[in-house]
């Protein structure tokens, strides 16, 4: 491309300097009527403008502020000044737009600290902060490396429909999807809602997981991932869900559960090694305001470790694998529990583990993430391998410190009889998954996988705590605005 980008320029200037070049970017600091610091989004760093402001208009000068969008042009030189190599001594000028300096100053673009909250009722703006610059940028390169580890492992990248009829996880935590007018329902004889007249003659809606569709595809092309949105209902306001996040799918024919725990870590190892490879700039600024962070916190509770110590302690380590059933006899003997300091007691075998526990496990415990394995069937959705002691299932979670559950998944159940055997005591129509089960018939085979949620990961290798924070337009209960 013709036009450089300041990230571009500060990395390899040499053979520019004493040329003439021209930069675009947004204002963020006017000093003294003579430096600009510019930024055009490529990177944390800033470019500075050496304005000798006798040679423009009084006019022009004066319209230059916090915001406003240039096209400069000038000589390139390396810079005298501490905190940048080089500069340029600008020649020419042009504002490219408008900037309305007093409306601008209610916004999050005037250069003062705003809080998060305030940050978060201006999405639209805030991609103009280093703060979110840095995690956009940090977001692009997770979802990068994602892709790469996958094609270096020869796995292909699936598109899985978004509009579906099924339930996959059979949660019941769907979104319809209608072309109905909901103030004029048709109605069958029986007086219920008439889906044979809607759009797809049935009843549909938006997908909570792509694996079922997924599993068809590794049948046949065998080791597949699908990375798409995904949707889910679940009324939780809290700071780890979303109404719409990005999933990552991996689906794997001939895997077994210890197969599918080892391309978990080694992927998740994989993607944070490139982003500590890949964004060090923006990682250093995360890492010092992680740091500040700490600073304003009760000394219990600061996190031990900086950002990008914690990034790198992960990889050093291999995961503490540990099952359901060791996990549950810890968490009943912990001091926490007997002292009653779980807002939900852990009193016996076969109880789903709340965050408090995943947390306690990984943060309190191990200090290490954790895999937790061979849970109780119960507590799983139907799709899950049985184990022999016809108690549990080949199931997996992956916990992160921090976090809690960053990766959920399984090895699958690929024998027809018991699959529909599970599928009658959890209530799952088989005729409405006879697609599904077609794959249990014409050469199935032992296969596994599981979810990524792309938003979690960015939670924890960008050091933020609110997953609203790490999506660009987050989809909440009560929030859909922009
Ligand atoms: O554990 P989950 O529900 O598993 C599945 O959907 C499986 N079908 C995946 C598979 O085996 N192919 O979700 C997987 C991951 C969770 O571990 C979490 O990281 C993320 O998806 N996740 C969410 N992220 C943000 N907001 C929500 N509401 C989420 N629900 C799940
Ligand atoms: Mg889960």
Request: glycine fraction near 6%; proline fraction near 3%; charged fraction near 30%.
């Amino acid at each position: 491309m013709e036009k450089t980008t300041i990230k571009e320029l500060l990395g390899d200037y040499k053979k520019l300097i004493h040329h003439d070049i021209t930069v675009f970017g947004w204002v963020r600091a006017f000093r003294s009527n003579r430096f600009i610091a510019l930024n055009d989004g490529s990177t944390i760093n800033n470019l500075q403008i050496v304005v000798n402001f006798e040679e423009f208009s009084e006019d022009l000068i004066k319209n230059i502020n916090t915001a406003s969008s240039l096209k400069i042009t000038g000589e390139l030189v390396e810079s005298q000044g501490a905190g940048q190599s080089i500069e340029i001594l600008a020649k020419k000028i042009e504002i490219l737009g408008d900037n309305f300096f007093e409306e601008m100053q209610t916004t999050i673009l005037q250069p003062k600290k705003h809080s998060l909250e305030k940050l978060r009722e201006q999405a639209h703006l805030r991609f103009r902060t280093n703060l979110f610059g840095a995690i956009f940028r940090i977001r692009h390169s997770v979802s990068f490396a994602i892709h790469q580890y996958f094609n270096q492992n020869q796995f292909f990248y699936l598109n899985t429909p978004i509009i579906t009829g099924a339930d996959a996880e059979g949660a019941g935590e769907m979104f319809g999807v209608s072309n109905f007018d909901l103030n004029n329902l048709p109605k069958n004889e029986e007086g219920e809602v008439d889906f044979e007249q809607d759009f797809f003659g049935r009843k549909t809606n938006l997908t909570v997981s792509g694996q079922l569709e997924g599993e068809t595809a590794s049948m046949g092309l065998g080791r597949i991932y699908t990375f798409g949105p995904t949707f889910r209902a679940e009324n939780s306001n809290t700071t780890r869900h979303l109404a719409e996040f990005w999933m990552v799918e991996p689906e794997v024919a001939f895997n077994d559960l210890e197969d599918n725990i080892d391309l978990a870590e080694d992927f998740l190892k994989y993607v944070i090694q490139y982003v500590l490879d890949n964004c060090k700039d923006d990682l250093e600024f995360l890492d010092k305001r992680f740091s500040e962070e700490q600073k304003q916190k009760p000394e219990k509770d600061r996190a031990k470790e900086g950002l990008i110590e914690k990034l790198e302690n992960v990889i050093a380590k291999r995961f503490k694998r540990v099952s359901y059933t060791e996990a549950i006899e810890i968490l009943m003997n912990s001091k926490e529990n007997k002292k009653g300091k779980f807002q939900f007691p852990v009193e016996n075998w076969g109880t789903d583990l709340q965050s408090e526990h995943e947390r306690f496990l990984v943060e309190k415990h191990f200090e290490s993430p954790v895999v937790l394995f061979d849970y109780p069937k119960d507590i799983k959705a139907f799709y899950m391998r049985q184990n022999d002691d016809g108690k549990t299932v080949a199931a997996m979670d992956v916990l992160f410190p921090g976090i809690g559950e960053i990766i959920g998944g399984s090895q699958r159940e690929e024998r027809l009889n018991i699959l529909k055997a599970k599928m009658k005591e959890m209530h799952v129509d088989e005729k409405e998954l006879w697609w599904y089960l077609d794959t249990r018939k014409f050469g199935s085979v032992p296969h596994a996988g599981f979810g990524l949620g792309l938003e979690r990961l960015v939670l924890f290798v960008t050091g933020m705590t609110n997953i609203r924070d790490v999506i660009p337009f987050p989809r909440t209960p009560k929030n859909a605005e922009f």
